[in-house]
């Protein structure tokens, strides 16, 4: 796996298909055991038609395209912030920092924000790109830029709207947590009400080694929020971004991995960054998901999806899987939520494994009123263990956590994962 990013793949796979659920962790794919064309490996679930972006065409090709520029053909480099995102180190523009261009690399990144309420502009989410010379709030404001010292950021509107003049002026203290992930811009000066609206405060850059999405990436110890994760949404509703839904703080050594509106994984960064990074054939973090249904336990690889059910309900229903050996479901609070947990191990001996992938899966959960091939599937894999955690929030949607690992690594990695599970606050 690399690191390279390739911006024109991202904002096509968004505005095409929108966002909703990852190619990670769900595990549909194993109904097609073999893929017949050999091309480079692909995960082992088959994506789930996504939701619509809403006509938000010219703010992400705007950004794809400014950040192409910004990062040409090589690597992006993770880094690791700091608990406060306004506490850090400057940005220093020296040349071994910033090779060519006004903007130093570490800058030259999506940065993702909570909405901003801009005058002129209409949107549901705020993303800041800077390239090499260049700063663009979404698909507005693009201003030149300079660095007039090493923590000091000169912003040029590019042409007048929004209230604002060409040559408009903007000057910004520059402030990045330790690993450059977190960055507070402070307004100095500016000339332009609508640009400084837009890009003061705090940001979160988006490194995520999934071309289809804007994950965090690698996390330095604090606390984080989701972006796009929307465990509330119901079936039919519009999408839109919801900054928060999720908060949860993390020690050194963690990575955001995936964001989707129904879907959001925490994983060791070391496991993440790695060329081991499988899923078809293990698995290792925090996966939370909502809007899932049991399946039938008949077991196989086409298992239909079954009525919905509570969280003491999921909970026993794991413990009584003819395919699963597990414990004794305890009641749990997090985050002020009341829920259900259980560990269980699949049974490699059971007659209703799905053989067809890479490793034999009982397949245990899907996306509400969809088949396994239809959809998103989950299931436990003969080689790993599993905590299962299902939460009821406030609305009486039941969010699934688990935590996974190969049956050698659970419980060491259980012990480091569950302090994070136990920070988990869904707003």
């Known amino acids: 796996m690399t690191s390279e990013r390739d911006f024109d793949r991202i904002a096509r796979a968004w505005l095409d298909l929108g966002p909703d659920e990852a190619p990670d962790r769900a595990v549909a794919a194993v109904l097609q055991a073999v893929e017949t064309t050999p091309q480079v490996r692909r995960p082992w679930i088959r994506p789930s038609r996504r939701f619509p972006i809403m006509n938000r065409l010219p703010t992400l090709a705007a950004i794809a395209a400014a950040l192409v520029i910004a990062v040409g053909g090589g690597a992006v480099l993770l880094g ?8 850090g180190v400057p940005v220093s523009p020296s040349p071994s920092a910033s090779p060519s261009g006004s903007v130093p690399t570490a800058l030259r990144h999506v940065w993702l924000g909570e909405t901003r309420d801009v005058a002129g502009i209409d949107t549901d989410r705020s993303f800041l790109g800077f390239t090499a010379d260049e700063a663009n709030y979404l698909d507005a404001l693009a201003s030149t830029v300079s660095m007039s010292a090493p923590d000091r950021l000169r912003l040029t509107l590019k042409a007048a709207g929004y209230g604002c003049e060409a040559g408009d002026i903007g000057t910004y203290a520059v402030q990045l947590s330790p690993g450059g992930t977190k ?7 500016e000339a332009c009400p609508a640009r400084r609206d837009a890009i003061a405060g705090d940001w979160l850059r988006s490194q995520c080694l999934n071309p289809e999405n804007f994950c965090l990436g690698e996390l330095e110890a604090g606390e984080y929020p989701s972006f796009f994760f929307a465990p509330r949404l119901a079936a039919g509703d ?4 919801d900054w928060g839904a999720l908060r949860y703080t993390v020690p050194d050594g963690w990575a955001a991995t995936s964001d989707f509106p129904r879907e959001y994984f925490i994983e060791p960064a070391d496991w993440y960054a790695s060329s081991r990074h499988d899923f078809a054939r293990e698995t290792r973090g925090i996966y939370v998901a909502s809007h899932i249904v049991p399946f039938e336990d008949t077991g196989g690889c086409g298992p239909r999806p079954a009525a919905a059910l509570a969280a003491e309900a999921f909970a026993r229903l794991i413990a009584e899987h003819p395919g699963l050996d597990a414990g004794e479901p305890q009641e749990i609070t997090i985050g002020g939520r009341s829920g259900w947990m259980v560990d269980a191990t699949a049974d490699a001996g059971w007659s209703g494994v799905c053989s067809g992938a890479p490793t034999p899966v009982t397949l245990l959960f899907g996306e509400d009123g969809k088949n396994a091939s239809d959809g998103r599937a989950w299931g436990a894999m003969v080689t790993e263990a599993s905590r299962y955690i299902f939460l009821e929030l406030a609305d009486q949607t039941v969010v699934l ?10 419980d060491v990695l259980l012990a480091e994962a569950m302090p994070i599970v136990e920070s988990f606050v869904f707003e």
């Open 80 to 87: 690791r912030p700091a608990d406060d995102p306004a506490v």
């Open 183 to 189: 960055l507070n811009l402070a307004t100095i000066d």
């Open 238 to 241: 519009e999408w839109a971004p």
């Open 401 to 410: 956590i688990e935590i996974a690992a190969t049956t050698d690594r659970f």
